[in-house]
């Protein structure tokens, strides 16, 4: 969908006036959000909510594991209504551990979303900026599609924002 938008904005690009001069910067986000202390400080605290999540399952599993292990070694002594009420019992258990690991990780990511989405906001308005300050008309997100860059078009005169960026982040 992404190559489809910007082979599109190509085409647009294409159809201008040979006249009129279309400035194209270039940045990486990614890289951007990488060396922010905001995002280091998130990933440290998405760190620490994870293990403490990673805790209480590994707790719970070692009490289920414990019970499949006494269920495998008693169950020849177990008549075939204990057994089958024991497994039923037992595969119960197991749902439950995996729905709270599921609920647990999307408790995770969502912490992770809202933390980010200032930051991200922060970063894109400035990205803006920049360009405003530039003056160009468009710019890219040089993101890796099979290892390639994720650019399908830019003038001999293309500038790479990101350094720039950073700059006035930190200085903000």
């Known amino acids: 969908m992404k190559k489809l938008t910007v082979l599109t904005v190509f085409l647009i690009l294409l159809s201008f006036d040979t006249k009129a001069q279309v400035k194209i910067g270039y940045t990486n986000p990614e890289v951007i ?4 202390p905001e995002v280091q400080a998130i990933d440290k605290e998405i760190g620490i909510l994870l293990q403490k999540k990673d805790s209480l399952l590994a707790i719970q599993a070692i009490a ?3 019970e499949f292990d006494d269920y495998n070694a008693a ?36 912490r ?14 400035t990205i803006k900026s920049v360009a405003d300050s530039l ?3 468009l710019v890219l997100n ?9 650019i399908f078009y830019a003038a001999d005169d293309q500038q790479n924002i990101t350094e ?5 982040l930190k200085q903000s």
């Open 75 to 110: 169950k020849d002594a177990m008549s075939l209504k204990q057994r089958q009420l024991k497994e039923q019992e037992l595969i119960q258990k197991n749902q439950d551990f995996e729905e709270e690991r599921q609920k647990s990780l999307n408790e995770v990511q969502q």
């Open 142 to 150: 040089e993101g890796s599609v099979n290892s390639g860059a994720f």
């Open 164 to 168: 720039l960026v950073l700059e006035k």
């Open 33 to 36: 959000l990488s060396q922010l």
């Open 112 to 125: 992770q979303l809202t933390l980010l989405q200032p930051v991200e906001n922060k970063v894109f308005a």
């Open 64 to 66: 289920l594991q414990k």
């Open 135 to 137: 003056g160009l008309d």
